[in-house]
């Protein structure tokens, strides 16, 4: 019998069908194949008595549709949950290994397996033909069912939940996320320490999120860019952006407190101006040239271009290290350049990994630049087709490593994160 096709499963997830985690993982293999490598990836026993990963998994997707039913939930918001439910630790089959412990005892570790499965759904789960809107609720929630104890380091509502809550409300619908957090805990053989950890971390965020005030949903920052805003009046989108994205990372760093000091913090660009910067993000073939063409008042910096400039083909470096060396020393300081006379400067590059990009807006920061990462959110198949078509086209197998590697952007890298669809359409995180 073929799989079922994914809008099938996503209807009948959204209408509430008691859909199973192996009817749910046949329809999602074709499109994202690391899936087949869960029922053979293992997890430490400690934790996790009920076996391999996929066995959680489908402990997990039961008890996320009983969760669902007691809620009531149906529609974008059930499905959500339930396709969380089934990706949730995707990430696994990349980064589980084993490890010593203090004792020295073997342990089976997966480090950063929520973020990863995240960054692995990203793109992929494009080709599928999800409603973005639902897809990025679903990314929410596997990159963040780990961060609710993170969120609630401190010791109450005057120290740093007062930060952690709102900021984690900034990056995942906590109704859902915290439905996620129980269900995960409650898909196990042996309810752990760690697991009892999970429902009561979910309890505790659930209490201090109604008490702040983010506990429904929506924008938990609305507030506080209103504020900003009217502080500064007759400022430009660019400075309005410049406040309130400043603002914000002072504020969850614990820099600032109060609206009125992220308007503050801007009068020196309001008075002398500040450049902008834009750093471009996605494979080859996802489109990033294009959106570089939809600034032209901005000075490009293309790695292409350069490459090809100093005699290393525009895909591949022809001299080696050399001239991947040159080519972004040329780079780095035409972006201290154009940075320091304040221009608007695009960089045009694939961008993959989030040290690299750390990299470029650092120097951004420095330069008290409005920083923007802008993502030309493409699905694979059509990068590949678009890749092919080209005269020089990278080989399939480095877009499918670029693919592998991407680590999706996070809303905390710059200012503004947006993401740019194939049609032109954009969503904010």
């Known amino acids: 019998m073929s799989p079922p096709a994914v809008p099938d499963v996503l209807a009948l997830l959204a209408e509430g069908r008691p859909l199973t ?57 059930r499905a959500a949950l339930l396709l969380a439910a089934a990706l949730h630790d995707l990430g696994k089959a990349r980064t ?17 397996h929520a973020r990863r499965g995240r960054d692995e759904l990203a793109f992929r789960l494009l080709d599928t033909g999800i409603a973005p809107v639902l897809l990025l609720k679903v ?16 010791d109450g509502l005057n120290s740093g939940w007062s930060r952690g809550v709102p900021a984690l409300a900034r990056r995942a619908p906590l109704p859902l996320l915290t439905r996620l957090a129980r269900a995960d805990a409650r898909g196990r053989v042996v309810l752990s320490g760690d697991a ?19 506990w429904a949903g929506g924008d938990p920052f609305a507030a506080f860019r209103a504020e900003v805003a009217a502080l500064l009046p007759g400022a430009s989108p660019d400075l309005q ?9 002072d504020w969850e760093a614990g820099r600032i407190h109060t609206p009125h000091e992220a308007a503050a913090r801007v009068q020196d660009a309001a008075r002398h101006g500040f ?38 083909g525009r895909h591949g470096a022809k001299h080696g290290a050399w001239v991947s060396g040159q080519v972004m020393q040329a780079a780095r300081e035409a972006l201290r350049a154009g940075l320091r006379r304040g221009a608007h400067v695009v960089w045009d590059a694939t961008s993959l990994r989030r040290s690299g ?15 923007r990462i802008v993502v030309a959110w493409t699905p694979p198949a059509l990068a590949a087709a678009r890749n092919r078509a080209r005269p020089q086209p990278v080989p399939a197998a480095v877009l499918a490593d670029q693919f592998r590697a991407l680590d999706f952007p996070e809303v905390s890298e710059a200012h503004e994160v947006i993401l740019r669809g194939p049609e032109e359409e954009t969503w904010t995180l």
């Open 275 to 312: 450049p902008r910067l834009t750093v471009l993000c996605g494979p080859s073939g996802s489109g990033k040239s294009t959106l570089a063409a939809a600034f032209p008042d901005a000075e490009v910096i293309s790695l292409d271009d350069l490459r090809a400039q100093l005699g290393g």
């Open 241 to 249: 952006a410049l406040a309130a994205g400043r603002g914000l990372q």
């Open 357 to 371: 990009r750390a990299q470029v807006l650092g120097l951004g920061r420095d330069y008290g630049a409005l920083t």
């Open 21 to 77: 985690f192996e009817t749910i993982s046949a329809a999602f293999t074709p499109f994202v194949p690391l899936l087949a490598r869960l029922p053979d990836t293992p997890q430490d026993p400690q934790w996790h008595a009920e076996g391999s990963v996929a066995a959680h998994s489908a402990l997990v997707v039961a008890h996320a549709h009983a969760l669902a039913d007691e809620a009531g939930l149906g529609g974008e918001d």
């Open 96 to 112: 589980t290994r084993e490890e010593p412990d203090e004792t020295g005892a073997l342990r089976i570790r997966s480090p950063q």
């Open 196 to 214: 009892a950890r999970g429902e009561d971390s979910a309890d505790l965020l659930e209490l201090a999120a109604q008490d702040l005030g983010v």
């Open 139 to 154: 990314l929410a929630l596997v990159a963040e069912h780990h961060s609710l104890h993170r969120a609630l380091d401190g």
